[in-house]
Structures are given as structure tokens and as C-alpha cells.
């Protein structure tokens, strides 16, 4: 059984903090990390995607990825009220047959306050 | 405007019935998914479809099941095989090109069963 694990929180962080948010993945040969963001009640948003070891920046949101550890995260710069959400962690594996199959974390619920 | 859609937004169900929820997407995407959640979990795979014509079983898919005649359209039906079927489901839809990988969600279709 291939698993993601998220810490499923709350974290709870100040206004124009940084909120860092975890998720590692036991499946090594898994190849793209996404991340979501979902709002209650609603569908989950894309909010980036990484596929390389390091760091990749988007504007308030950083993702790092290392996958010797198996391990992605997510930084959120001068974290908002609005940020308050739950995040879900979603690895892909690319199966031979040309399928991708998705994995989704629980998800990590973070409150901002203002 | 292009995008996912799915109907309806709201169902009711009494038990020994099936129900088919409705995805469709004009944005000439070639794989669709189906996901179910329920509350504090993460997104559980039901079915996915690469191509028209073809489908696979996801890590869930007992009491589900669908149908992909056109590329536009990926029907899900409950049958009253499922024991639980009361849930948020999600449909998803990925690109052709470089980002197949990649999921983007309709609006969902929150499932209750009286």
C-alpha cells in the first residue's frame, strides 16, 4: 500500500509568519508532488508542483522536495488569514503502462490569526 | 467558459439504490478520475481513465462503477453494492502534453444517503 503522511494539525500560526507544512511518501519510484489547497466545503485548488530535488518558488509558497528522505514540503510566506485552509499533499507514480496514478495525503489543516 | 463540471452539486439517496453522478470537462483532457473523501480524510482513488473506452480500478472501487464513451464525459455510479456510501466525490481531470500529471477538480458532489 503506497502511503503519503501528513501531519493532520491544526497548525496554527500568527499573520506574516511562515507556516511549514509537511508530507513524506513511502513509494520511491513516485516522480511528481503536488500540492493543494482546500477550503471547507469546497474542491481542492492546485497550488504547485514539484518534480526535482530542491526548492521551487511561487510567490508566497515555497515546495522542497528531497527524495532520498522521501520528504516535501511546503512554505508559506507572510502567511494571511486567508491561507486558512487544509493543504493536501498528492504524489503521482508513473506507471509503465503510461498511466499516473495519484496518492493524496490527508491533509494538514492551518489556521492563520490575525 | 471552459472547465469541469459536475451535477448535481447536492444528492439524496435512499438506501438499495443507485445513483450515477455527473463530471464532464471541455478542456479536451484526456484522463478523468474519480475520488471520493470523506470528513478528516484524504482523497481515496475510486476510477480512473486515460483514453475513451478504457478505465481502471482504483484503490476503492467496489461498489462504484463507470463508464467513458466520450472524452468529454467519465459517469460514476453508486450501486447499492456500497455499504457507505455517504461522502464528498470529486472529479478530476488532467491535460495532454507535458503536465498529463497534473489534476485539476471540479466543484465535487456531496452524496448523502437517508
Known amino acids: 500500500q503506497k502511503e503519503v503522511e501528513q501531519n493532520s494539525g491544526p497548525l496554527s500560526v500568527p499573520e506574516g509568519a511562515i507556516a511549514s507544512l509537511n508530507c513524506t511518501y513511502s513509494?520511491?519510484?513516485?516522480?511528481?508532488f503536488f500540492w493543494y489547497r482546500q477550503y471547507s466545503g469546497k474542491s481542492p485548488e492546485l497550488i504547485m508542483s514539484?518534480?526535482?530535488?530542491g526548492d521551487k518558488e511561487d510567490g508566497r509558497f515555497t515546495a522542497q522536495l528531497n527524495k532520498a528522505s522521501q520528504y516535501v514540503s511546503l512554505l508559506i510566506r507572510d502567511s494571511q488569514p486567508s491561507d486558512s485552509a487544509t493543504y493536501l499533499c498528492?504524489?503521482?507514480?508513473?506507471?509503465?503502462?503510461?498511466?499516473?496514478?495519484?496518492?493524496f495525503g490527508r491533509g494538514t489543516s492551518l489556521i492563520v490569526h490575525p | 467558459d471552459g472547465g469541469i463540471t459536475q451535477s448535481p452539486k447536492y444528492l439524496f439517496r435512499k438506501e438499495g439504490q443507485n445513483v450515477t453522478l455527473s463530471c464532464e470537462q471541455n478542456l479536451n483532457h484526456d484522463a478523468m478520475y474519480w475520488y471520493r473523501q470523506d470528513p478528516g480524510q484524504g482523497l481515496r482513488l475510486i476510477y480512473y481513465?486515460?483514453?475513451?473506452?478504457?478505465?481502471q480500478k482504483g484503490d476503492i472501487a467496489e461498489g462504484y462503477s463507470v463508464s467513458r464513451e466520450k472524452k468529454e464525459s467519465f459517469p460514476l455510479t453508486v450501486t447499492s453494492a456500497q455499504k457507505n456510501p455517504t461522502a464528498f466525490y470529486l472529479c478530476?481531470?488532467?491535460?495532454?502534453?507535458?503536465?498529463?500529471?497534473?489534476?485539476?477538480f471540479g466543484p465535487g458532489t456531496r452524496l448523502t444517503v437517508l
Open positions: 514539484i518534480y526535482s530535488n
Open positions: 513509494d520511491r519510484v513516485s516522480q511528481s
Open positions: 481513465s486515460q483514453i475513451v473506452n478504457d478505465f
Open positions: 478530476a481531470s488532467s491535460p495532454p502534453g507535458p503536465r498529463t500529471d497534473t489534476q485539476y
Open positions: 498528492a504524489v503521482i507514480r508513473h506507471s509503465p503502462g503510461g498511466s499516473y496514478i495519484p496518492t
